[in-house]
């Protein structure tokens, strides 16, 4: 899978904002995995989104000037401590 998900660590959606990937869960009727992730601003609340969705490839037709290929991601974050 070219944007493979990873538990623990920060995506940046393509509108802006950042996201920590808390889990990913599965619906209880249909099996379907969701992705659990928390807010990194306002009041840190948690989201749930299907995992097919978060990772897909951002829609050129609706935003053809987002600077990101997919909805969500990854980050590398250097270590604030040198680490």
């Known amino acids: 899978m070219p944007n493979e ?3 623990g660590r920060v995506y940046r959606h393509f509108k802006g904002d950042f996201y920590l990937v808390e889990a990913v869960a599965n ?3 249909t099996g379907e995995p969701f992705v659990v992730y ?3 601003y306002g ?3 948690l989201w749930l989104r299907p995992l ?3 990772l897909s490839p951002v829609d050129r037709a ?3 000037d987002a ?3 997919y909805r969500f991601e ?3 974050i250097p270590s604030a401590a040198g680490h």
């Open 62 to 64: 609706k935003y053809p």
């Open 74 to 76: 990854l980050q590398e």
């Open 67 to 69: 600077a990101q290929e």
């Open 43 to 45: 009041d840190g609340g």
């Open 5 to 7: 998900l990873k538990i």
């Open 27 to 29: 619906d209880s009727e």
């Open 52 to 54: 097919a969705m978060f």
């Open 38 to 40: 928390r807010k990194l």
